[in-house]
């Protein structure tokens, strides 16, 4: 259930404020009546409303002039004129001045509930329309997760199927391994899609500002609540909550929680009155949550109701196939972004990127990329582009254990590169003869990268 | 004993006040209850509109509330507005205790049609449920077929159904139980 629309009617008469007051609230709204148009102004200037209704004929300022100075403070507020007096001559004045519309009192029942219903649905429309572009212009598909990697394929499997469910799916995977892009996935893929994907770290906030931020506040709940907010659940009803970093929430913070998911509902801080929500859960963490679970820092029954479905990313260091498909999908990317037209990644830049172990995963990644697409001289990024680190890896960490039969297949392979796949200069350089190489090349099942 | 009590005001039939009864029974976990008639409220009759002034009525009825009643059901025959509207086919305290339908444009007569029982027992126990809705704090429900749905014309009451929606149904159990435990 959406917080009610805010209502604020303006008329100089009592029992019609009253009325309609009255009314407003047993429709669903609430509703602040003033009986002049300078009082109305004080109010548009310090609280959010939704519709304004005011009355034509009011001593002092009346309705056209008050309806003139609201759209000065807020253009976008519709303001519907209400009047006994009942001219063509006013009605099209109102309207001129920018009246959403224009009702005779006493009005027929359905007048008045059906132009409010149509604004306010219209507001509504216009609120998702604006979170959905954003999203949009993010380009988060499923598709656009790149991984050829087996280990990958099972992640887009599941997605697939646990999309359609409302079951709540913890994403487990070291920092930078794009867990936010998983969820954006599986919201992007659900019966959710058309409403709002909302993403809070739990580490991003201090932890009294974690609560007002999911929750929301009323009013006064504490110093510097000057107005109503409505929490990140209330803005992601329909769709779904992204909870990244949920092992750094603290003990209370987990309760509170708790009882949210448990009863679908919320309270603001400092406020009396429930709101339901309807929200899918996804969460995140790079912590062993298990363990946290074991040391009393992570409360169990909440680690149940995130774990429904749990998705681990693999770190890149363990999915290597991987990195030249990345490194290519970024070179696309910062191309476009920086006005470049790199035409390519050398072999050599390949091989240290295949090389090095990602501590910051894919984002380490896409950042070296975009830094080397920003840096070069040449069309296509060599190894001096990449940063020091990653150039200077197979000298400090040469030391990494590996196969004799790995180490010879990438040697095959780079020496391929290097002379543009000539098998017989790649022989010569090897010391193998051509049928050698043909037969490494057969085993090893390379190909131009 | 805590009872809902009905006080007809003017000539009420009582077939209607007795259907009004047997149907609260049954939503109702109260006794039912229908007090000695009132005469006509004349008293908040406006002679500009030619109607009679809902809210009026509604502070005359609150005063004959006893301290069993939970809630009170004034029945008129009489046409009933509010300062806003045209008319209204009746009108509520939002979670207060007093509550008013009018016969009057419930009557197929009104509309140029035979009179029809049936019909008019349909309606009066839909709009009786609705202002008791309010009573109980439920504002109007954007579902059709919910006996909260606001009826903007005759045809809107003719088309909801005379119980809750699930969601109604829900908010008004939950209140009951909070008016219980007050």
Redesign the interface.
């Known amino acids: 259930m959406k917080p009610p629309a805010r209502i604020l009617i303006v008329d100089d008469e009592a029992i019609m404020r009253d009325s309609l007051n009255d009314w407003l609230m047993e429709d669903g709204y609430e509703a602040v009546a003033v009986e002049d148009g300078q009082k109305a102004i004080e109010i548009v200037r310090s609280q959010p409303f939704n519709v304004v209704l005011c009355d034509l004929k009011m001593p002092g300022m009346d309705g056209i002039e008050t309806m003139r100075k609201i759209k000065e403070i807020n253009k976008d507020l519709p303001v519907i004129i209400i009047t006994a007096y009942a001219t063509v001559n006013t009605a099209v004045e109102s309207m001129k001045q920018g009246a959403y519309d224009y009702i005779v009192k006493p009005f027929d029942p359905e007048e008045v509930s059906h132009v409010i219903r149509k604004i306010i649905s219209h507001q509504q429309l216009l609120q998702e329309n604006i979170l959905l572009r954003q999203e949009l212009k993010k380009v988060y598909q499923f598709r656009d997760i790149v991984g050829k990697n087996y280990k990958m394929q099972e992640i887009f499997e599941l997605i697939r199927t646990v999309a359609d469910s409302d079951a709540s799916v913890l994403i487990l995977g070291e920092s930078g391994t794009g867990k936010e892009l998983i969820a954006r996935a599986i919201h992007y893929s659900s019966r959710r899609a058309e409403k709002p994907f909302v993403s809070v770290s739990c580490s991003a906030l201090p932890e009294t500002l974690l609560e007002s931020e999911l929750f929301g506040y009323e009013k006064g709940a504490f110093t510097g609540a000057v107005r109503d907010k409505p929490g990140r659940f209330e803005e992601a009803n329909g769709g779904t909550l992204f909870l990244d970093e949920i092992g750094e929430m603290k003990p209370e913070t987990q309760l509170h929680l708790l009882r949210v998911l448990q009863e679908r509902e919320i309270r603001r801080l400092g406020g009396t009155g429930v709101i339901k929500v309807d929200v899918r859960i996804i969460s995140a963490t790079n912590k062993d949550l298990e363990r946290a679970v074991k040391e009393g820092s992570f409360r169990e029954d909440l680690y149940y109701r995130f774990n429904v479905v749990t998705i681990q990313i693999p770190p890149l260091r363990e999915r290597e196939d991987d990195i030249p498909l990345l490194a290519e999908r970024f070179l696309m990317k910062y191309n476009v972004k920086n006005n470049k037209n790199l035409e390519g990644i050398s072999p050599k830049a390949i091989a240290l990127l295949m090389q090095y172990d990602w501590p910051g995963n894919v984002r380490e990644l896409e950042n070296a990329i975009e830094r080397a697409v920003v840096i070069t001289k040449h069309n296509i990024i060599q190894p001096e582009d990449l940063p020091a680190n990653i150039q200077s890896f197979q000298e400090s960490k040469g030391i990494k254990p590996r196969k004799l039969k790995e180490v010879e297949k990438e040697h095959i392979q780079h020496t391929l590169e290097e002379n543009k796949w000539n098998i017989s200069k790649t022989s010569k350089v090897l010391g193998i003869d051509r049928s050698t190489l043909y037969k490494k090349i057969r085993q090893y099942g390379l190909s131009p990268s | 004993m805590k009872y809902i009590d009905i006080l007809p005001m003017g000539s009420i039939e009582p077939d209607i006040l007795d259907l009004i009864s047997r149907h609260l029974a049954k939503l109702f976990p109260y006794g039912l209850r229908t007090l000695k008639p009132l005469k006509e409220p004349i008293y908040a009759f406006n002679f500009i509109?030619n109607q009679y002034f809902s809210?009026k009525i509604l502070s005359e009825i609150v005063n004959h509330a006893s301290l069993e009643t939970v809630k009170i059901l004034g029945v008129v025959d009489v046409d009933l507005?509010?300062?806003?509207?045209?008319?209204?086919f009746g009108?509520?305290q939002?979670r207060g205790k007093a509550a008013v339908i009018s016969l009057y444009r419930l009557r197929p007569e009104f509309y140029g049609l035979k009179p029809n029982r049936k019909l008019i027992y349909d309606r009066v126990v839909k709009e009786s449920i609705h202002e008791l809705g309010?009573n109980f704090g439920l504002?109007?429900c954007l579902d059709e077929n919910c006996v909260m749905y606001?009826?903007?014309?005759i045809w809107h009451t003719d088309v909801k159904k005379s119980c809750f929606c699930g969601e109604c149904r829900r908010i008004i159990n939950h209140r009951i139980v909070l008016q219980e435990e007050a």
Request: proline share 5%.
């Open positions: 509109r809210s507005y509010i300062p806003i509207f045209c008319f209204v009108e509520a939002l309010h504002t109007h606001f009826s903007h014309s």
